[in-house]
T-cell receptor, first 114, second 110 residues
Framework: GAGVSQTPSNKVTEKGKYVELRCDPI?????LYWYRQSLGQGPEFLIY????????DSGLPNDRFFAVRPEGSVSTLKIQRTERGDSAVYLC????????????FGPGTRLTVL | KQEVTQIPAALSVPEGENLVLNCSFT??????LQWFRQDPGKGLTSLLL?????REQTSGRLNASLDKSSGRSTLYIAASQPGDSATYLC?????????FGKGNQVVVIP
């Protein structure tokens, strides 16, 4: 079946602009995660959804970052007033139910803030 | 807070040699440990998930061992091939997330 998909694959924006990154998880997976990966680093946790609710958003770096999952499937990560330091690869993952299940990752969105 | 370390950070081996990649973690109270592969510019592909009750998990040429008490896991790749060139990441779950190491960047030289 289809894996996790993310759009766009690449996003170039100017400092101060607003961006939205989309994640389409594996059908039926209730758990969804966003991570951010900088060059040479492992992914760092941003936010975890269980169904429609954000169960843990403690990894969001500041209030410019926000994510939603209104129907418990597709999720959107929103970044306001982008800064050059936001440049990274944003990865989405889903798992059937719990964080201890195998997590399946999407291909990522490479965000570049000029 | 769980800290995950992977050594070596990078290694190059000639084709046919066995690869040994190490992962250590600070909190031994883990539920499982997952190994991933990441190709340049791509997402993560799950290779193996080893439960805390297991000592080994095998898939083809890949074998992962887990020593929970010492906080270590090792990924062995037998008879390496150029197609094995990638970054390998280990991760442990906890606090609603996976905690990752920085990865082992592997180059297999033909």
């Amino acid at each position: 079946g289809a894996g996790v998909s993310q759009t766009p694959s690449n996003k170039v924006t100017e400092k101060g602009k607003y961006v939205e990154l989309r994640c389409d998880p594996i059908s039926g997976h209730t758990a969804l995660y966003w991570y951010r990966q900088s060059l040479g680093q492992g992914p760092e946790f941003l936010i975890y959804f269980q169904g429609t609710g954000a169960a843990d958003d403690s990894g969001l770096p500041n209030d410019r970052f926000f994510a939603v999952r209104p129907e418990g499937s597709v999720s959107t990560l929103k970044i306001q007033r982008t800064e050059r330091g936001d440049s990274a690869v944003y990865l989405c993952a889903s798992s059937p139910l719990a964080v201890t299940d195998t997590q399946y990752f999407g291909p990522g969105t490479r965000l570049t803030v000029l | 807070k769980q800290e995950v370390t992977q050594i070596p950070a990078a290694l190059s081996v000639p084709e046919g040699e066995n690869l040994v990649l190490n992962c250590s973690f600070t909190d031994s109270a883990i539920y499982n440990l997952q190994w991933f592969r990441q190709d340049p510019g791509k997402g993560l592909t799950s290779l193996l998930l080893i439960q805390s009750s297991q000592r080994e998990q095998t898939s083809g040429r890949l074998n992962a061992s887990l020593d929970k008490s010492s906080g270590r896991s090792t990924l062995y790749i037998a008879a390496s091939q150029p197609g094995d060139s990638a970054t390998y990441l280990c991760a442990v779950p906890g606090n609603n997330r996976l905690a990752f190491g920085k990865g082992n960047q592997v180059v297999v030289i033909p």
